[in-house]
């Protein structure tokens, strides 16, 4: 079976990976990540770590403690749901409610009933 089977959005990260659109990179301090994994999941380490060495323009986070830490290195971090705003201000997306409501259905992610709130209520006031 291949990574990610056949959950949502599987397709087009592999899609993405095979049009060179999406790369995959490790970081090449080790070491770096093994402290961060003392505090962090392996995948938010790595992530971290590699984008100290890339400097990205945003690193997508969606953990608290992935990004408190990510915060202390100067790293600025959004997370899926600033993603989705981001989507919507520039027309990509009708309805932040709409998309929220997938990812918990379909991706089982979870969010903050408060946050889901709040960005509902951001939306009215635009």
Same mark, same amino acid.
């Given at each position: 079976?291949?990574?990610g089977?056949?959950? %949502?959005?599987?397709?087009? &990260?592999?899609? !993405?990976?095979k049009?060179?659109w999406?790369?995959? !990179?490790?970081?090449?301090?080790?070491a770096?990540?093994? *402290? *961060?994994?003392?505090?962090?999941?392996?995948g938010e380490a790595?992530? &971290?770590?590699?984008a100290?060495?890339?400097? %990205?323009?945003?690193?997508?986070?969606?953990e608290?403690?992935?990004?408190?830490?990510?915060?202390?290195?100067?790293? %600025?971090v959004? #997370?899926i &749901?600033?993603?989705?705003?981001?989507?919507?201000?520039? #027309?990509?997306?009708?309805?932040?409610?709409?998309?929220?409501?997938?990812l918990?259905e379909?991706?089982?992610?979870?969010?903050?009933?408060? *946050?889901?709130?709040?960005? *509902?209520?951001a939306?009215?006031?635009?």
């Open positions: 079976m291949e990574l089977g056949g959950r %949502p959005g599987a397709t087009e &990260i592999r899609d !993405a990976r049009s060179g999406l790369r995959v !990179a490790e970081p090449s301090d080790k770096l990540v093994r *402290l *961060l994994e003392q505090e962090l999941h392996a790595e992530s &971290i770590a590699l100290l060495e890339i400097r %990205p323009d945003v690193l997508l986070l969606d608290t403690e992935g990004r408190r830490v990510a915060g202390l290195y100067g790293l %600025p959004t #997370g &749901i600033g993603l989705l705003i981001q989507a919507k201000h520039e #027309g990509l997306v009708s309805s932040l409610a709409e998309e929220m409501d997938r918990r379909q991706g089982n992610f979870w969010i903050q009933d408060a *946050l889901y709130r709040r960005v *509902l209520e939306e009215e006031d635009e």
